[in-house]
């Protein structure tokens, strides 16, 4: 259990980074540009922000990996009949699922895999809702993280 706690508090912090920067470069690029262009500022915020969820679910999936195959606390298992070997896809397909809090119930997380997969969630929708509340404020003309 100790291990899927430190193997959260680091993936944690480095989404949260990620996320952090991503945000960051979009409100200085927006500071610098016309703060009238809504259409393309909002553009760049949403694409940006839809990029940095996707890399934030790979770098989930890779520590889901590691969790799986190197630490070995824990198994993700296809249910139904005919359970396969899992892809690195179905790894990514889960941690997207679980990132968004859809939560499909297709692949089932065994051991401390558990933990970490509950943190994903929890993790996923803050950085989701933060994102929200971020391109609302560019909807509005600001740039929100900026200095200027």
């Excluded at 520590?63 to 990514?92: C, H, N, R």
């Excluded at 401390?112 to 993790?123: D, N, Q, S």
Aim: hydrophobic share 45%.
């Amino acid at each position: 259990m100790i291990q899927a706690m430190l193997l959260s508090v680091l993936v944690v912090s480095i989404c949260t980074t990620v996320h952090y920067f991503v945000l960051r470069w979009v409100s200085d690029t927006i500071s610098q540009r016309n703060r009238e262009a809504h259409g393309q500022n909002l553009g760049l915020a949403v694409g940006a922000i839809t990029t940095a969820h996707v890399i934030e679910a790979f770098i989930y999936t890779l520590f889901f990996l590691w969790a799986v195959q190197g630490v070995q606390i824990g198994t993700l298992e296809a249910s139904g009949p005919g359970s396969k070997d899992l892809s690195l896809m179905d790894y990514f397909y889960f941690s997207l699922v679980n990132f968004t809090t859809l939560g499909r119930g297709d692949l089932n997380p065994e051991g401390h895999l558990r933990f970490i997969t509950g943190i994903e969630a929890f993790h996923g929708f803050l950085m989701i809702t933060a994102s929200g509340s971020f391109v609302l404020q560019v909807m509005g003309g600001k740039a929100p993280l900026s200095k200027t």
